[in-house]
């Protein structure tokens, strides 16, 4: 994928707003008019007190979830309008999730775990995207053991699983949600490892919501929110601060 144009824009948010309860007298508002874009070689954290909306932000980057207000491109598509087929199509064609917990299946081994975003697309697979899963397993450091079962690995295992799994169809854009948030530091290295090479070898925009503090500050772009608002917009390459909320 190393012929992706690296500026290409994955992400574009238009003023965009989440309320939730909306209608009832606990309505409110906790995302407000971001505006943000991302390119593919974007290599970024998003980070902010909890309760500030990094979670609810990755949602409804991830096509999970509907924004109140404003507009969500990817790829250069808006989505807000798009019915419910096209929306699980570009998500399942352009993006990548890995969570805190991993949401393995546990009847599945590691492998079919890896393969089931792909056999959710288009069922079976072939034998050429059979081998660039094992390909995957063995990036993440886990030849060997891809027929084991969820319960037969550690919980850093697990996880690499997971990333194999979220890189499966080749994403765009890899939105990862405290992935290492239960990891140990070791393991939390290695992930974290892998993200930047997923992201140099297949020009897959990264977006990773973080707690730790080292993570983040190995990102090229920090991204901070704070009660909803995008505060900052750090790019260590620019080495300029874009506090103001149309970024580009
Ligand atoms: N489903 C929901 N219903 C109502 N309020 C929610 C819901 N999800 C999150 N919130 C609220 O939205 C705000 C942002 O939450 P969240 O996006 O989870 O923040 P973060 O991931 O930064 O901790 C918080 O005040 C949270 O309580
Ligand atoms: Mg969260």
New binding site residues.
């Given amino acids: 994928m190393s012929d992706h144009n690296r500026s290409e824009e994955v992400l574009r948010l238009e003023r965009l707003r989440k309320s939730?309860?909306v209608g009832k007298p606990t309505e409110?508002e906790?995302l407000h008019s971001i505006d943000l874009a991302l390119k593919r070689s974007d290599f970024a954290s998003l980070v902010?007190?909890?309760?500030?909306?990094?979670?609810?932000?990755l949602n409804l980057v991830g096509l999970l979830d509907c924004p109140t207000a404003g507009e969500i491109h990817i790829l250069g598509e808006a989505t807000r309008d798009l019915p419910d087929a096209r929306r699980t199509q570009l998500r399942a064609d352009t993006i990548g999730f890995v969570f805190q917990f991993h949401h393995l299946i546990q009847a599945f081994t590691a492998l079919e775990n890896v393969l089931m975003p792909l056999m959710v697309r288009q069922g079976a697979p072939n034998e050429h995207q059979r081998k660039f899963a094992l390909g995957l397993l063995e990036q993440v450091g886990l030849s060997g053991k891809e027929h084991r079962k969820p319960d037969q690995l550690s919980g850093g295992q697990q996880q690499r699983v997971a990333v194999a799994r979220a890189l499966i169809n080749k994403p765009a854009l890899l939105l990862a949600d405290e992935p290492t948030g239960n990891l140990d530091s070791k393991s939390a290295a290695e992930v974290f490892a892998l993200f930047r090479e997923f992201n140099q070898q297949f020009g897959c925009a990264v977006l990773l919501?973080t707690h730790d503090q080292q993570l983040s500050e190995q990102c090229d772009r920090i991204i901070t929110?704070a009660d909803?608002h995008l505060e900052s917009d750090l790019n260590i390459y620019s080495q300029s601060i874009n506090s103001s909320s149309n970024y580009s």
């Fill in positions: 939730y309860n409110v906790v902010g007190a909890s309760g500030s909306g990094k979670s609810t932000l919501v929110l909803g």
